[in-house]
């Protein structure tokens, strides 16, 4: 089964806005490496073209069986681009997904949830 991550991120911190371009390179590498590698699934990097980009100017979605995502979030490689990003960047945070068959699973854990309450 798949499942995903959400790693969004808002601006740069002052004075260190090419800072924060060379680890959005680095993160581009890196996880398309993983990919081509046969480590994850699907990455793709997204930038916003409206919004409030002070809060929220970009995202990455990373796919992988969910082995391949929680062997992603104990390495060391993984690890360092965050500990970098939430240093560069404000608002920098990583969110799990349900993706694909898992999103059928979530609805049903939250449907028996929703009868064992009595809702």
Known sequence: MET???IRWGAPRPGREKDALDLFQKSVEHY???VADGRLTYFEPFM???GDAEIEAGFFIIKGE???VFELL???AHRD???QGSVLVEHYRLDM???GDSIRRWLGDYERGLMAVGA
């Open 4 to 6: 995903g991550i959400l």
């Open 32 to 34: 398309r490496g993983l």
């Open 48 to 50: 916003l073209g409206s």
């Open 66 to 68: 969910v082995t391949q």
């Open 74 to 76: 104990d390495d060391q």
């Open 81 to 83: 681009l965050m500990a």
């Open 97 to 99: 997904l349900a993706v």
